[in-house]
């Protein structure tokens, strides 16, 4: 005790050893900016306004101000309801600086530690964990409002230090039950592919209906490609086989195919690209973009300019066959397909999203699919399992034991088969808690492992679904990795 006793008056000494030399500074107009600054941050009113300005683009910048405010929530959470009631510390003498930069009202809660400097640190970290772009500006921001709160009077440095490290442990923590994308530096193989000079030999499928309104706005394709061939489709219309009917239509052979949509309008495309051997030019414009998000792709203008460049990468590319009512069905996957709640929360959100919009309409489908879900019964490679989902991934998803977000690699040449047990007791009331407390890797109800095709057998015709779309009904599944497509993106130089 008596050595933790000096090790606290070291660190007084050091506190009122910064305060009076904060007090020698001369004033300035500085003084007056501080003080404005420290203001505007009180109750986190300065990062819920960057983060405002920050979600009004869909993507990378959308997903920085949402892990940020969250950050920002669970450090007030901590250090005003948990360490400030606990750490019971006067704060500095308000005669110690010069009344000038004094901050007015003085606060009178405990001063140890900074909820200013958590917060700073809280959002400025969650939101560089998303997008690193963003740390440019919020980290020298994040400093300087914690910086304020000792030029102002109002905390020590060791108050301002321990908030900023409760503030950062906050955001990294968060990753634990929602991994940051940022996190994951595409590594896919590089690929030779032809450079196509304003998109000279492109032929592209526009589907401007496919999700509704553009998740990632940019410039419009003709404006990115003038010299490509656009094929534009509407809502009802098969895109994989208006593309097979625009290829064999035109003047001359295509050296590339493009599209323009979503998820399911990407594989579509993906099939026709495989079936004749040419590269892909994917622009992200539909609500779901998880492949183009996983492959490295934010926006039409990346593509644009790596189709320019002849820039590509070798990804692989998954096949299911099964046996449909209307006979042998062959489906190519580029993200996820699964059996039992999965396809019942896509029938439910199209069923819905006309009348709600999708996120909405996913998120209403989700819980009630969680709701009326009912076992399942299925052979895997022949070994009987029951359970709520099956789920296969195009690639290893991560986290492992966790819910899959992103794949940090497109090449691996591995499917991922996760699924959650019915056979236990209680399993439906332990798995929601699981999810709901991030916790499925201790849930003995969880299983996955990795390999490179699958079968499956189930006793009664089950709904399949596959890239965010219902495909049919089977009996007996088949999954394999079906063999490479070439796409263009940037190479990072992080191939391996």
Same mark, same amino acid.
């Not at 005790?1 to 910064?18: E, K, S, W």
């Given at each position: 005790?008596?050595?933790?006793?000096?090790?606290?008056?070291?660190?007084?000494?050091?506190?009122?050893?910064?305060t009076a030399a904060v007090a020698r500074l001369p004033n300035s107009a500085l003084d007056s900016g501080l003080l404005r600054l420290t203001r505007s941050a009180d109750f986190g009113g300065l990062w819920l306004a960057i983060a405002a300005g920050l979600g009004i683009r869909a993507g990378e910048q959308r997903r920085a101000a949402v892990r940020g405010v969250v950050s920002l929530g669970g450090a007030a959470l901590i250090v005003n309801a948990g360490l400030k009631p606990i750490v019971a510390r006067r704060r500095p003498a308000a005669d110690l600086l010069p009344a000038r930069r004094r901050s007015d009202p003085r606060p009178t809660s405990s001063?140890?530690?900074?909820?200013?400097?958590?917060?700073?640190?809280?959002?400025?970290?969650?939101?560089?964990?998303?997008?690193?772009?963003?740390?440019?500006?919020?980290?020298?921001?994040?400093?300087?409002?914690?910086?304020?709160?000792?030029?102002?009077?109002?905390?020590?440095?060791?108050?301002?230090?321990?908030?900023?490290?409760?503030?950062?442990?906050?955001?990294?923590?968060?990753?634990?039950?929602?991994?940051?994308?940022?996190?994951?530096?595409?590594?896919?193989?590089?690929s030779g592919a032809p450079a196509l000079t304003g998109g000279d030999g492109l032929l592209v499928l526009d589907t401007p209906a496919a999700g509704g309104p553009p998740a990632a706005p940019g410039p419009d394709l003709a404006a990115l490609l003038p010299?490509?061939?656009?094929?534009?489709?509407?809502?009802?219309?098969?895109?994989?086989?208006?593309?097979?009917?625009?290829?064999?239509?035109?003047?001359?052979?295509?050296?590339?195919?493009?599209?323009?949509?979503?998820?399911?309008?990407?594989? !579509?495309?993906?099939?026709?690209?495989?079936?004749?051997?040419?590269?892909?030019?994917?622009?992200?414009?539909?609500?779901?973009?998880?492949?183009?998000?996983?492959?490295?792709?934010?926006?039409?203008?990346?593509?644009?300019?790596?189709?320019?460049?002849?820039?590509?990468?070798?990804?692989?590319?998954?096949?299911?066959?099964?046996?449909?009512?209307?006979?042998?069905?062959?489906r190519y996957v580029l993200n996820t397909a699964g059996v039992g709640t999965y396809p019942e929360v896509v029938?439910?959100?199209?069923?819905?999203?006309?009348?709600?919009?999708?996120?909405?309409?996913?998120? !209403?489908?989700?819980?009630?699919?969680?709701?009326?879900?009912r076992p399942l019964t299925v052979r895997v490679d022949g070994v009987p399992r029951r359970v709520w989902v099956l789920f296969f991934g195009n690639g290893s998803y991560h986290p492992r034991r966790a819910v899959p977000a992103f794949r940090d690699r497109l090449d691996a040449g591995l499917l991922d088969i996760r699924w959650l047990r019915a056979d236990g007791p209680w399993s439906r009331v332990r798995i929601a808690s699981a999810l709901g407390l991030a916790a499925l890797a201790r849930t003995p109800l969880y299983g996955e492992f990795r390999r490179d095709e699958l079968t499956v057998q189930l006793p009664t015709r089950e709904p399949l679904a596959a890239d965010g779309e219902l495909i049919g009904t089977a009996t007996r599944i088949r999954v394999a990795v079906a063999g490479r497509l070439t796409v263009y993106r940037f190479d990072d130089g992080s191939a391996g």
């Open positions: 005790m008596r050595n933790l006793g000096r090790r606290f008056h070291r660190v007084g000494r050091i506190d009122r050893a910064m001063s140890f530690p900074s909820g200013h400097s958590a917060a700073a640190a809280a959002f400025a970290t969650g939101a560089a964990l998303e997008s690193p772009r963003t740390a440019l500006f919020l980290v020298p921001l994040a400093a300087v409002v914690s910086y304020s709160r000792v030029h102002t009077g109002v905390h020590w440095g060791s108050d301002v230090l321990a908030g900023a490290i409760v503030g950062s442990a906050v955001a990294v923590a968060t990753r634990h039950g929602a991994p940051s994308r940022a996190a994951a530096a595409p590594r896919d193989r590089p010299e490509a061939t656009l094929v534009q489709t509407g809502l009802g219309d098969d895109p994989a086989e208006q593309l097979e009917r625009a290829y064999r239509t035109c003047p001359r052979p295509p050296s590339a195919l493009g599209v323009a949509g979503g998820d399911g309008t990407v594989a !579509a495309a993906a099939t026709v690209a495989l079936r004749h051997g040419l590269p892909l030019a994917v622009f992200p414009t539909g609500t779901l973009n998880h492949f183009a998000r996983d492959l490295g792709v934010r926006e039409s203008a990346d593509t644009a300019a790596a189709v320019g460049t002849g820039d590509a990468v070798q990804v692989d590319i998954a096949r299911i066959r099964f046996d449909d009512e209307s006979g042998p069905r062959t029938r439910l959100r199209e069923k819905w999203e006309s009348r709600w919009g999708r996120w909405p309409a996913f998120a !209403a489908a989700l819980a009630v699919a969680l709701r009326r879900a």
